[in-house]
C-alpha cells in the first residue's frame, strides 16, 4: 500500500507533477534510494490512478484514459476492414464527424467518414472504397464541393499529413492530431463552432491522456504552432 503522506504530498499539486519533484516525495516519504524501488512506487501510484504518465519527464494527478471512439459506425467498421484487406503495409486514419458529440453541446447531426492517407495513395483508396460502399465517396473535396454533395453516410478521402500522429495497431485518429486539426482548413472544423472550442479542449486535457510533446511538433508541422499554443498553453507541462 502506497504511504498515505506521499498522496498527501501530492495534493498539494495542482495538476502536473514534474518526475524529479515525484521522486523527491518518494524518497522524503520512504527513504528509498534504490532507483527500482522507486519504480516500484510510481507503477504503485499510477495501478491506483493516483497519477498517469504524461511523457518522460511529467505525471499529472488521476487517471487519464487512452482515448477511443465510443461509437463506430457500421460505415466505418467497413471501411476498416476493407482497408485493412487491401492496402495493410499503409497508415491510414479513419474518424468520424460524430465522435465529436462527446464533447459539443451542439450535437453534430450529419455523420461523415474521413479516411486519410499518403497523398500518393489517395486515388487507389478512393477507387476501393467507392466501388465497395454505395454512399457518396468524396476525393479531396474544398469546402464547397463538400456542401454540394452533403448528404448522411457520406465518405471523405483525404491527404495524411506527414508527421501526423498516428496509432500503430488502429485506424483511429489520435487526440494530439484531432486538436491541431481543428485550428486548421480541414473539413471537420466545418462542424464545430468557434465558441465550443474552450469547452471541447478542457475535457480533452481532462479525461484523456495526450501526449504535448507529439501535439506540438505536428502543431509545427501544419505551420500551427501559435494559433494552438494560444488555446493550449495552460496544458502543457513546464519544460515542453
Request: glycine fraction near 2%; avoid cysteine.
Amino acid at each position: 500500500m502506497i504511504a498515505l503522506s506521499i498522496k498527501s504530498k501530492l495534493e498539494t499539486y495542482k495538476d502536473i507533477i514534474p518526475k524529479i519533484k515525484l521522486i523527491e516525495i518518494i524518497k522524503q516519504e520512504t527513504n528509498y534510494d534504490k532507483d527500482a524501488s522507486i519504480r516500484w512506487v510510481i507503477y504503485q501510484l499510477v495501478k491506483e490512478g493516483l497519477i498517469t504518465k504524461l511523457d518522460s519527464k511529467n505525471y499529472i494527478k488521476g487517471h487519464l484514459k487512452k482515448y477511443n471512439p465510443s461509437y463506430d459506425s457500421e460505415i466505418k467498421l467497413k471501411i476498416e476492414k476493407l482497408l485493412k484487406n487491401v492496402f495493410p503495409e499503409l497508415t491510414i486514419v479513419v474518424y468520424e464527424s460524430t465522435m465529436l458529440n462527446e464533447w459539443l453541446n451542439h450535437q453534430v447531426a450529419r455523420n461523415v467518414t474521413f479516411v486519410e492517407v499518403d497523398k500518393f495513395y489517395t486515388q487507389n483508396v478512393f477507387q476501393e472504397i467507392k466501388q465497395e460502399l454505395r454512399q457518396t465517396v468524396l476525393l479531396n473535396p474544398k469546402v464547397d464541393d463538400y456542401y454540394t454533395y452533403a448528404e448522411n453516410d457520406m465518405v471523405v478521402i483525404g491527404n495524411l499529413i506527414t508527421q501526423a500522429p498516428k496509432n500503430k495497431n488502429s485506424f483511429n485518429i489520435r487526440l494530439e492530431k484531432l486538436i491541431v486539426d481543428l485550428f486548421s482548413s480541414d473539413l471537420i472544423t466545418e462542424f464545430i463552432s468557434h465558441s465550443e472550442y474552450e469547452n471541447l479542449l478542457e475535457s480533452l486535457f481532462k479525461d484523456y491522456l495526450i501526449n504535448t510533446k507529439t501535439l506540438i511538433a505536428y502543431a509545427k508541422r501544419r505551420n500551427l504552432l501559435q494559433e494552438v499554443l494560444k488555446h493550449i498553453a495552460k496544458y502543457i507541462p513546464e519544460g515542453n
